[in-house]
């Protein structure tokens, strides 16, 4: 394998972008952690407490990736300079070393995906059983004033949902 000084510089645009998104999922989590804990701390509640302790467990997965990342563009900027020195041994190692290391922080991008999928899936099907559990006749509004009547029908006469 032969080394020149373009070939670890060609990572930096993508481990640039990947800083970037990878910024962008911290801050979008850690919003909506301040305003998680700003609704436990007005009404504390199980699910609260459970949704910031996902969230937390994703920041520090987060955090992670960014560190492999920095690891990743430094061995690229130490491959480079092996490389000006002409030491393409040490180049070539350091260079497998940066790409390993990016590896590791896809990998980690692509488990924290996978939390945050199952998460979502989880507030939704709570979402699908509270719809549920509600009434599927049941109307508000003037025409439905005897909505509570011992009647035959429950008072719903006249109201047909499709």
């Not at 955090?63 to 492999?68: E, H, I, K, P, S």
């Not at 979402?127 to 509004?141: A, I, S, W, Y």
């Amino acid at each position: 394998m032969y080394l020149t000084l373009t070939t670890p510089a060609l990572l930096f645009p993508a481990i640039s972008l990947l800083f970037l998104a990878y910024t962008n999922r911290f801050l979008t989590i850690a919003n909506v952690i301040r305003n998680l804990h700003s609704r436990y701390m007005e009404s504390p509640s199980e699910n609260i407490l459970g949704q910031i302790h996902n969230l937390r467990r994703r920041v520090i997965i987060i955090r992670n990736m960014q560190v492999l990342g920095v690891l990743s563009f430094l061995f690229c900027v130490i491959c480079m300079m092996l490389i000006f020195n002409e030491q393409m041994v040490w180049a070539k190692h350091t260079f497998g070393i940066s790409l390993f290391l990016l590896i590791l922080s896809l990998a980690l991008s692509v488990y924290e995906i996978q939390i945050s999928v199952e998460a979502i899936k989880i507030q939704l099907s709570d979402l699908e059983v509270r719809k549920l559990k509600k009434p599927k006749n049941k109307k508000t509004g003037p025409q439905d004033s005897n909505a509570d009547d011992d009647s035959p029908g429950g008072g719903l006469q006249g109201n047909f949902d499709s």
